[in-house]
């Protein structure tokens, strides 16, 4: 199946500091998504991106499909921030939904 | 809130049970997924239904079976329970089953003791 590396696993920032988040995957993928799972276990979806950037305020995403990776940038964070992100792809060879093993982030006060 | 819905919250069982978890997709979307997110295996795809019909295969066991009814809800089967099914199960939906964002509802943790 396909690969789906995020990085890095745990990331500690203060508040207020800007992160950047990696998603590598090893194939071609049809539909690409980033959640995040808050401390009472929701998946809340950040952002539907298999190709180009989107921002939704103080987020953003770039997707470069042919290079087979996704970034996702957080801006000027808050304690509500913490919690897990995951990256999740769509195979087009495998038809299935995988998931990278996340990135913790815990934004301190 | 996003549109799905799964009930019941939390379920607590012992071993060798059976259970049933079930899943309300929002509404007109055709396609419903389940997930388990356990400590050691993280989140795995287990299955996938469009319309009805099984579409996708993930790391289900054999002892998990699941079915889209016509009104679209789905249901979840774990029989013969181990400690090691404990988990959060979780459904998603999408529109179709290819190329479109998922939703996912609140998940079920399920306790086997």
């Known amino acids: 199946g396909i690969q789906v590396e995020q990085s890095p696993p745990d990331l500690i920032l203060q508040e207020g500091a800007n992160s950047t988040l990696r998603c590598n995957f090893s194939?071609?993928?049809?539909?690409l998504q980033w959640f995040h799972q808050n401390p009472w276990g929701q998946l809340i979806n950040l952002f539907y991106?298999?190709?180009g950037t989107k921002q939704n305020g103080r987020l953003s995403a770039t997707t470069v499909a042919t290079e087979r990776y996704s970034l996702l940038y957080i801006s000027s964070s808050q304690t509500t921030d913490s919690g897990v992100y995951f990256c999740?792809?769509?195979?087009?060879?495998?038809?299935?939904?995988?998931f990278g093993s996340g990135t913790k982030l815990n934004v301190k006060p | 809130d996003s549109g799905v819905t799964q009930t019941p919250k939390h379920l607590i069982t012992a071993t060798g049970q059976r259970v049933t978890l079930r899943c309300s997709p929002r509404?007109?979307?055709?396609?419903v997924y389940w997930y388990q997110q356990s400590l050691d295996q993280g989140l795995q795809f287990l299955i996938q239904y469009y319309n009805g019909e099984e579409r996708a295969k993930g790391n289900i066991l054999e002892r998990f079976s699941a079915q889209q009814f016509p009104d679209l809800h789905s249901e979840l089967n774990l029989s013969s329970l181990e400690l090691g099914d404990s988990a959060l199960y979780f459904c998603?939906?999408?529109?179709?089953?290819?190329?479109?964002?998922?939703?996912f509802g609140p998940g079920t943790r399920l306790t086997v003791t």
């Open positions: 194939d071609s993928v049809n539909n």
């Open positions: 998603a939906s999408s529109v179709t089953p290819v190329s479109y964002e998922q939703y």
């Open positions: 509404s007109g979307d055709l396609s």
């Open positions: 991106i298999p190709s």
């Open positions: 999740a792809v769509d195979s087009r060879n495998f038809n299935k939904f995988y």
